[in-house]
């Protein structure tokens, strides 16, 4: 057995004392003193504590956010220097790439090369925005009035952006909230997952050792009921972007309209993977296993219904079961373990359920995956499974697991599949496996999602837009399609005679 990874000097100090929040450039409490503990879901054990923000915080947030905004020095910052904070951001993390990796293995389970793979999307999310400020710009408009009328538009930040992010990859979550709408000139209020905490506090901290002005970033911790709440209900928040469950983005919603707050979603999935009997065999079991057993299974993308032409579909299904075999569950700090731990004890309870529930409704619940069970028995561990007989009607086929559990469906033609794969009410991620290139495309335009991958999965960029369709969401992150959602039009007519 391989020899635990040892915790970095620099996570071993940071974990030893309570952490703080991050509100005007300082490091706070809570005003009302309370605080929580966040937990390594590998071992079930507290790691620290954090602040339990309330109304009183998020209001204090808001304020100095709103004060860097209208009267502080960011209206008058100029684009090279956000520009410059961003790429500096950008070397500080890459500065500690070592210790922020351990620090998302720690908090969140995910081991340690997944976590490092999170951590260096994270600089490249931020050197892409930092290439963005001294590029948004307006046009000139073409004058159809009579007269001489000067017609242009500005492209002008929002405000103040209230910023939700999910447990599932914090750190990167937490960079693709303040890459963007910081490029674009706007202040962020971010409010962590109360499951995963401690890299927004790390993260603030190379924030205020990179010289952003006070206020312009300023990282809470909280739970969603309370300060989330209170986040996406304030009037002095502009916008509101938020990242998790559909049940909760409706909510968010619901409370953004009491001042008609622009609003972002990215919201749940339950995405279909299309396995043709022509595709690369090889290349198709490795796709489906990683689409839905990477990050165990606690992705919003995550391709957790597969369909697979009958023809194959009897081997397919053996097959995948044998490959995910070869995952090995355990604690992230374990160099071997391929799958760490579910985030927490509820989401193990979830997973559970649903797993029972697949029993329940006829399906054949066939799991791989193996692990030392010492080393399992005390956290949050689920191994790979694959749902066999499942139908699209089933609640296993219809709502989100979020957890590395596949529910496999066989199929007879290429409409059939389609009708399928839209049968939902999400559209977030799609993937198609096939040789034929002619099938590849007419598929993935038929899919209603907003993301497709043929021939792999779960490849996402600083790049690339990214969101959903139907219940998926609203809006996009990601490329040229975030600063439309962090930006506002300005029309501006001139009388030149």
Same mark, same amino acid.
Request: aromatic letters at 8%; zero cysteines; glycine letters at 10%.
């Given at each position: 057995m391989a020899t635990m990874t040892a915790l970095n000097s620099k996570v071993a100090e940071f974990t030893s004392t309570p952490k703080q929040m991050f509100i005007d450039g300082k490091f706070v409490d809570a005003l009302s003193g309370k605080r929580f503990a966040t937990y390594n879901p590998a071992t079930g054990e507290s790691i620290t504590t954090v602040p339990e923000a309330g109304k009183e915080d998020v209001d204090l947030a808001v304020q100095v956010a709103r004060k860097a905004f209208d009267g502080g020095p960011w209206p008058k910052t100029k684009p090279a220097e956000r520009s410059r904070l961003l790429h500096k951001l950008a070397d500080l993390i890459e500065e500690n790439i070592e210790e922020l990796t351990q620090m998302e293995t720690l908090d969140n389970g995910v081991p340690l090369e997944g976590a490092k793979n999170f951590v260096m999307a994270s600089v490249g999310h931020l050197r892409y925005y930092a290439g963005w400020p001294s590029i948004i710009k307006g046009d000139t408009v073409p004058n159809n009035i009579p007269g001489e009328l000067f017609n242009y538009t500005r492209r002008e930040p929002i405000g103040v952006c209230g910023q939700i992010i999910p447990w599932n990859s914090p750190i990167i979550n937490a960079v693709m909230k303040i890459a963007a709408p910081v490029a674009c000139g706007n202040t962020v209020v971010l409010k962590t997952a109360e499951q995963t905490?401690? #890299?927004? !506090?790390?993260?603030?901290?190379?924030?205020? %050792?990179?010289?952003?002005?006070?206020?312009?970033?300023?990282?809470i911790s909280g739970f969603g009921s309370t300060a989330g709440a209170a986040l996406t209900e304030h009037l002095g928040v502009d916008k509101i972007a938020f990242t998790g469950s559909t049940e909760v983005g409706k909510e968010v919603m619901r409370s #953004?309209? !009491?001042?008609?707050?622009?609003?972002?979603? %990215?919201?749940g999935g339950k995405s279909a993977n299309i396995i043709f009997a022509d595709a690369d065999y090889d290349q198709a079991i490795a796709n489906a296993a990683n689409a839905i057993f990477w990050n165990s299974g606690q992705v919003c993308c995550a391709g957790s219904r597969l369909f697979v032409e009958r023809k194959i579909y009897d081997r397919f299904v053996s097959d995948l079961v044998e490959y995910s075999k070869n995952f090995r569950v355990g604690n992230g700090f374990n160099p071997e373990s391929v799958l760490g731990p579910l985030v927490s004890k509820e989401q193990l309870e979830r997973v559970n359920r649903y797993r029972d529930l697949a029993k329940q409704e006829g399906s054949e619940v066939l799991e791989g995956g193996s692990g030392d069970e010492k080393e399992i028995s005390s956290g949050y561990f689920v191994k790979p499974t694959v749902l066999a007989n499942v139908t699209n009607d089933m609640c296993v086929a219809q709502e989100e697991i979020f957890g590395p559990v596949v529910g496999a469906l066989p199929f007879e033609t290429i409409d059939e599949v389609v009708e399928l794969a839209n049968q939902t009410q999400y559209g977030l991620g799609g993937g198609v496996c096939t040789t034929d290139v002619r099938k590849a495309h007419r598929v993935a335009h038929a899919?209603?999602?907003?993301?497709?991958?043929?021939?792999?999965?779960?490849?996402?960029?600083?790049?690339?837009?990214?969101?959903?369709?139907?219940?998926?969401?609203?809006?996009?992150?990601?490329?040229?399609?975030?600063?439309?959602?962090?930006?506002?039009?300005?029309?501006?007519?001139?009388?030149?005679?």
């Open positions: 905490p401690l #890299s927004g !506090v790390r993260l603030a901290e190379l924030i205020q %050792e990179a010289g952003f002005p006070d206020g312009v970033v300023n990282i #953004s309209a !009491v001042n008609v707050k622009k609003v972002s979603l %990215e919201l899919m209603r999602t907003g993301n497709v991958w043929v021939n792999t999965y779960n490849v996402i960029d600083a790049t690339s837009p990214f969101g959903g369709y139907k219940q998926s969401g609203i809006g996009r992150e990601n490329g040229s399609a975030a600063i439309d959602m962090y930006t506002e039009i300005k029309n501006v007519w001139v009388n030149l005679d």
